[in-house]
């Protein structure tokens, strides 16, 4: 969740060429064959011009972006956005140190590869292919929620999230966003949760629609309370909330019952959104586990060699996360897809048919697209209660990937 993002556009990439190569070597199965950049594909960023005159800017005082690839066909008023993953700041070292890489500055982020739920192939993102797509640039270190109008002259940090989540919407709707027919809020990892704190918020700003859902991707992190855990988000986001200035932008649904930094899990918030949304997530995500159970833990687990204490702390941890997960009795509002494999994110690499991690022969794909279109409601969770090792196709080779 730390890398940094040229290590993961690497990544993305790597992957993006195993599907064309598996693409074809499949192209005499069908003279329709789509061609390999419909599956990944880069695309420019989009600077919001004028978020520097609304205070609307990245850690190191940069104007916030964004990547759009229009939607075409019948998707051309479907508008789905992402807003990227990418861990929190959680002081001035942290941030000031994060202002120097493109999680804190646009002036260094690249064109970003689109693939997965952004991918293009009708094939392998049939309910989604020509929808509008936006990968939202994580650039404040908060989650899309800080809010403080003075910057340390020292530092030159400012602390403004809440601003760029306001700045980029806006723009969007100049652009056809408010025309929208059928529209998607999500986030991954960091930014599931203002995926979900916006939801509501991003439902009313689009009347015309006929469909707005939001989609959490492995972003429900949540506050153990067994000893054999690590309470260790706790305290990282009372860090945030403290120096992001988060609470004024928190529902006040949930600062009243309880203090700010608890309103940063998603279990405490949940109850109160109105709009429908869908959970995707391992029980077994590997950025919860490495800070709950123990990091590097993914070794034991590729190699199948956990011990006895782990395996116990594996049981509680799933026991937790499937508890602090809406409860399950109304699909239509609530919709999940929870397995057990040990990785972080699914939205992009493991989006397509090569390598998606099925439960009981469903996909997320599947059930998620049939979830959105009203065609089936679902939660489903796998039944395993220790981690599942995990593997990628890479260059047409099975390769663990934790």
Known sequence: MMATRSVQLVCLLICSLSIMKTASAKVNESPKQEKGKDHAYFVDKTIVQNAVSKGAVCLDGSPPAYHLDHGFGH??????????GG????????CLNRSKTDLGSSKLMMPFIFLGIFSKSKSENPDFYNWNKVFVRYCDGGSFTGDIESVDLATNLHFRGARIFDAVIEDLLAKGLKDAKNAILSGGSAN??????????????????HRVKCLVDAGYFIRVKNPLLENVFESLFRDVVTLHGSTKVLPKSCTSRMKPELCFFPENIQQDIKTPFFTVMSAFDSYQVDNIVGSNIGDYIRARNCTESQNNA???????????LPVANDPKQRGAFIDSFNRHTQLELWWNKVNAT???NLTTMKVFGDWYYDRKYSYVIDEHDLPLPVYLYINGTL???G
Do not use: Q
């Open 75 to 84: 998707g051309v008023r479907n508008w789905i956005i992402l807003l990227s």
């Open 87 to 94: 861990a929190w700041c959680r002081n001035i070292t942290d």
């Open 192 to 209: 599931g949760y203002p995926a979900m704190l916006y939801c509501d918020h991003f439902h009313n700003l689009l009347p015309k629609a």
């Open 314 to 324: 594996f049981k509680e941890l799933r026991s937790e996360f499937l508890n602090a």
């Open 358 to 360: 099925p439960v009981n």
């Open 399 to 401: 390769k663990s990937r």
